[in-house]
Antibody, heavy 128, light 107 residues
Framework: EVQLVESGGGLVQPGRSLRLSCIGSGFTFGDHPMSWFRQAPGKGLEWVGFIRSKTYGGTTEYAASVKGRFTISRDDSKSIAYLQMNSLKTEDTAVYYCSSALVLITLGGLIAPYRDSWGQGTLVTVSS | DIQMTQSPSSLSASVGDRVTISCQAS??????LNWYQQKPGKAPKLLIYDASNLETGVPSRLSGSGSGTDFTFTITSLQPEDFATYYC?????????FGGGTKVETK
């Protein structure tokens, strides 16, 4: 059974940095893309970004709202995915979820996560 | 970006009712559509992928249909455990985008 556990959330001041971790078990971590999503309090779901497996180059994709500030990486030897968040803003306040997935190559050639399983989430509060 | 529009944003229903939720994409997404269920304080759970395929373990009273721009999620006989918020999501193009959600509440 796929299990994902996020950690690293907390209260942080605007402009500061925070790194979230997501440790996976129950599957061959290195074979799967890992994604991050977030949900602001009382709001809907928002995709943050994902990292492909090494098989597909380990490349990353990001939402426009976080591009240049957030970085996703992975350590397959430890089965951990990371979300490094820099220059945090109050609007980044949310529960952050990681997910693991299968790989889909769409008709348009996009290599994307497919049929994902999510962790329980970790709360990040950006406030002075 | 592809906009996903869900309707209604909320609905009230009773156990045993048939419930239908609509999701419209701003452009053709083929069948690259997920449906998720989220309960309060919990992570979203994937129910349906490729617009109509049930994820393993999902009860058959749940179903999805549609392709192109118009999609439907249906619960044929609402059960107590189905009261939750449901989201559609497209994955044909980046950024991955979600509908605004539909909260299914007890009447």
């Amino acid at each position: 059974e796929v299990q994902l556990v996020e950690s690293g959330g907390g209260l942080v001041q605007p402009g500061r940095s925070l790194r979230l971790s997501c440790i996976g078990s129950g599957f061959t971590f290195g074979d799967h893309p890992m994604s991050w999503f977030r949900q602001a309090p009382g709001k809907g779901l928002e995709w943050v970004g994902f990292i492909r497996s090494k098989t597909y180059g380990g490349t990353t994709e990001y939402a426009a709202s976080v591009k240049g500030r957030f970085t996703i990486s992975r350590d397959d030897s430890k089965s951990i995915a990371y979300l490094q968040m820099n220059s945090l803003k109050t609007e980044d306040t949310a529960v952050y979820y990681c997910s693991s997935a299968l790989v889909l190559i769409t008709l348009g050639g996009l290599i994307a996560p497919y049929r994902d399983s999510w962790g329980q989430g970790t709360l990040v509060t950006v406030s002075s | 970006d592809i906009q996903m529009t869900q309707s209604p944003s909320s609905l009230s229903a009773s156990v045993g009712d048939r419930v239908t939720i609509s999701c419209q994409a701003s452009e053709d997404i083929n069948s690259y559509l997920n449906w998720y269920q989220q309960k309060p304080g919990k992570a979203p759970k994937l129910l349906i992928y490729d617009a109509s395929n049930l994820e393993t373990g999902v009860p058959s009273r749940l179903s999805g249909s549609g392709s192109g721009t118009d999609f439907t999620f249906t619960i044929t006989s609402l059960q107590p455990e189905d009261f939750a918020t449901y989201y559609c999501q497209q994955y044909v193009n980046l950024p991955l985008t979600f509908g605004g959600g539909t909260k299914v509440e007890t009447k």
